[in-house]
């Protein structure tokens, strides 16, 4: 599915990456470690098809197509770019997720409380995302990323940011891959649970 060879941005303070390789499989979980924000951030917009690398390459399904890789994937929680917002809610959020999406071939999209509902979240629907058990919220925004049927890939970036236990992030993680969906972690440290 997706596959970086030797990816480098750089910008005017210098590198932010370098030397990145990944190749993530469908239905597969995938972690990088990049400890600058700053190059996480730039790592994520790269690995989702929102920016070319200034070196190396980045495939997706075997081919060097970045609208094709930007259709199918999202970047999900990237602070300052996708993050939600503080004073958001769920049944807020959601609703501004699910109207982004493109609106099906002859159907329309769910209703913010109607998705909710399929899964098993309308109790949260008056809570702030801020708000959320961590993992709760990990899971309801890669979900709701997951929510365009176009979309296979969720870059996830910074998750171990909100204090998640490793064993936690690492099952969440996981629990998003398969049927298709992979998931891309993008960490500031090393987690073992992830490997």
């Known amino acids: 599915m ?11 303070h210098g590198v932010l990456f370098s030397g990145v390789n990944l190749e993530l499989g469908s239905a597969a979980l995938g972690s990088l470690v990049v400890p600058s924000p700053w190059g996480r951030n730039a790592l994520g917009l790269v690995a989702a098809g ?5 070196n ?6 075997g081919a060097d197509s970045t609208a094709e890789l930007r259709r199918a994937s999202a970047l999900v929680d990237a602070p300052g770019l996708t993050a ?13 997720t699910l109207g982004l999406q493109p609106r ?7 209703r913010a409380a109607e998705w909710l509902e399929q899964h ?19 899971w309801l925004l ?24 490793e064993e936690e992030l690492a ?10 969906r992979s998931v891309l972690a993008i960490l500031s440290a090393e987690k073992e649970a992830l490997l």
């Open 120 to 138: 098993d979240a309308a109790d949260l629907a008056a809570e702030p995302v801020e708000a959320l058990d961590p993992q709760v919220r990990l």
């Open 171 to 180: 099952e969440t993680l996981r629990y998003a891959t398969g049927d298709g």
């Open 2 to 12: 997706l596959e970086l060879v030797e990816t480098e941005v750089k910008d005017h």
């Open 104 to 110: 099906p071939h002859g159907g329309k999209r769910p």
């Open 142 to 165: 890669i979900e709701l990323a997951f929510a365009d049927p176009a979309v296979h890939l969720a870059v996830v970036e910074s998750p171990d940011r909100h204090g998640l236990p």
């Open 50 to 54: 929102r920016m070319r690398p200034d």
């Open 56 to 61: 190396g390459q980045v495939l997706f399904n």
């Open 84 to 96: 939600p917002e503080h004073h958001m809610k769920v049944k807020g959020l959601t609703a501004e």
